[in-house]
């Protein structure tokens, strides 16, 4: 099973980040807004297993093109960086793709935006992450611990503190502490669910 290892951080300077990253020759992928949305059974059997699955749009802001992937993420796995087995399955509409994971006996639980710059540099995905209220964030992803550490110090990032905690947790306790009862989510203030 694939493992996703990944080191995340706050990120205090975008266009700081942007043209550090277009400094060491890395590659612009695009720009999303992503509405992420996390399902659960009604007992919550994947949160107790430290576990999720998500259904994610990836709206594509120059081409307004639209991909629709269902990820599974397993319990966390011990080090350094944030490592958890991760399956992924693109299908071809968001709508479908709900229906079957009602059917099988999964519920909408939280659902929450964020506008995605992302960028390759060497053999890691860089992804430039801004969450309405949470803030700014960056994740590299690469095939190794070393590799993602690696890319982390070419990019003067090895004093910033890492991440561990996924968005999902953040946004679902930042509902929390505001009181909010039913996990609708965070969107921003131009964007619709």
């Known amino acids: 099973m694939p493992v996703e290892i990944e080191a995340k951080m706050r990120l205090d300077n975008e266009p700081a980040m942007i043209a550090v990253l277009q400094q060491r020759g890395a590659v612009s992928v695009g720009e999303f807004l992503e509405t992420n949305t996390f399902y659960d059974t009604k007992n919550r059997s994947l949160l107790a297993n430290d576990s999720g699955l998500r259904l994610r749009i990836a709206k594509n802001l120059a081409t307004g093109q639209e991909r629709y992937i269902i990820t599974h993420k397993g319990p966390n796995l011990p080090g350094q960086l944030k490592m958890r087995p991760e399956t992924e399955l693109e299908v071809a509409s968001a709508t479908d793709a709900e229906s079957l994971l009602n059917q099988l006996g999964f519920m909408r639980r939280l659902r929450f935006q964020k506008r995605r710059h992302s960028w390759t540099l060497d053999d890691c995905q860089i992804e430039l992450d801004r969450l309405p209220i949470l803030g700014n964030f960056i994740e590299i ?10 890319t982390r110090a070419n990019l003067g990032l090895s004093h910033c503190p890492l991440v561990k905690k996924g968005y999902a947790t953040m946004v679902s306790r930042l509902l929390e502490d505001q009181g909010v ?3 609708l989510g965070l969107v921003f203030a131009d964007g619709t669910l």
């Open 141 to 150: 992803e690469g095939p190794s611990e070393s590799a993602v550490m690696r």
């Open 181 to 183: 009862t039913r996990n």
